[in-house]
């Protein structure tokens, strides 16, 4: 099995996605940030199942979508880098193809 990275911007989008949420609610707020963070653990098992980005498929970058949030992240040989972790309602190819 594949070893997890997380990007520093992996991690920001993390805690900024945690503080959203524990605005409403903070009990939640760490629940959704560990299951975030299992969907991401999953990735290290067969992660091509996956589907590269739509008209970027040469950058090697996959994406997982998890309930409203797309996981974005990169296959390398003995790891599964996470780039991004985005709301589907965000423009992600302004972030992640400028």
């Given at each position: 099995?594949?070893?997890l990275?997380?990007?520093?911007?992996a991690?920001?989008?993390l805690?900024?996605?945690?503080?959203?949420?524990?605005?409403?609610?903070?009990?939640?707020?760490?629940t959704?940030?560990?299951?975030?963070r299992?969907?991401?653990?999953?990735l290290?098992t067969?992660?091509?199942?996956?589907?590269l980005?739509?008209?970027?498929q040469?950058?090697?970058?996959?994406?997982?979508?998890y309930?409203?949030?797309?996981i974005f992240f990169?296959i390398?040989?003995?790891?599964?880098?996470?780039?991004?972790?985005?709301?589907?309602?965000?423009?992600y190819?302004?972030?992640?193809?400028?």
């Open positions: 099995m594949k070893r990275v997380f990007t520093d911007e991690e920001s989008d805690e900024a996605i945690g503080d959203h949420i524990a605005g409403d609610n903070p009990f939640r707020a760490m959704f940030i560990r299951e975030l299992n969907a991401c653990v999953e290290c067969m992660p091509e199942r996956c589907q980005v739509a008209r970027h040469s950058s090697g970058i996959r994406r997982r979508v309930g409203n949030y797309l990169r390398h040989m003995d790891a599964v880098e996470v780039l991004h972790i985005l709301h589907g309602a965000t423009d190819e302004r972030i992640m193809f400028p």
